[in-house]
């Protein structure tokens, strides 16, 4: 699809894992991006986790490590924002940083032409699934509160997380699309 000055449309696809790892990704958009591109889309994914990271991120220990990677991920993430004008959409799965409150979410907002938000269900759920302590404390629902009321499209994986945004957002402007899975891959039983 080409807008008005004939220019591909650039879209930025904001996501925490690298690429083909993460089911919410794998099973929602990253299947998409032949297609996009086939469309005359331009697309860049930038990742939060680099690979190493997403290897040692749940294993116990490894603080210092895991420590520079988190601070790796935030200053890329800034130094990201600077770039945000040139894209006609920042698609955002999930946050733009997963700790602390919506700083970088706020700056992503004000340097974005148009957001589309893709929530996962346990993200706004009131008990957390995560049993590390330090992770818990340093994770803020109000990001995610930010995100669903400041998006011009927010996306969610189910009809009753769709009601719950719009409540939060006091709009019409979340939608309920599921994820896709690929028939070549996941051949249902006869």
């Known amino acids: 699809v080409q807008n008005d000055s004939n220019r591909s449309k650039k879209i930025l696809f904001v ?8 089911a919410g990704q794998r099973l929602k958009f990253e299947p998409h991006f032949d297609a996009l591109e086939r469309e005359g ?25 895991k420590f520079f990677w988190t601070i790796k991920g935030f200053c890329e993430r800034v ?25 970088l979410e706020r700056l992503f907002r004000k340097m974005s032409r148009r957001i589309i ?11 957390s699934n995560d049993d590390r302590k330090i992770v818990n404390f340093l994770k803020s629902k109000k990001k995610y509160e930010f995100l669903i009321k400041k998006s011009d499209v927010v996306i969610t994986s189910s009809p009753a997380l769709s009601e719950q945004c719009n409540q939060i957002s006091a709009s019409d402007k979340s939608i309920f699309i599921p994820p896709t899975l690929d028939d070549k891959k996941f051949i249902p039983r006869a």
């Open 15 to 22: 996501c925490p894992y690298p690429p083909n790892l993460a």
């Open 41 to 65: 889309y331009d697309i860049k994914q930038s990742c939060f986790m680099s690979q190493r990271l997403w290897h040692i991120a749940y294993k116990p220990g490894h603080y210092m490590e």
């Open 79 to 103: 130094f990201l924002s600077f770039t945000l004008r040139k894209y006609d959409t920042v698609y955002i799965f999930m946050n733009v940083f997963p700790f602390g409150p919506a700083i």
């Open 117 to 127: 938000y893709d929530i996962e269900d346990n993200i706004i759920s009131k008990e």
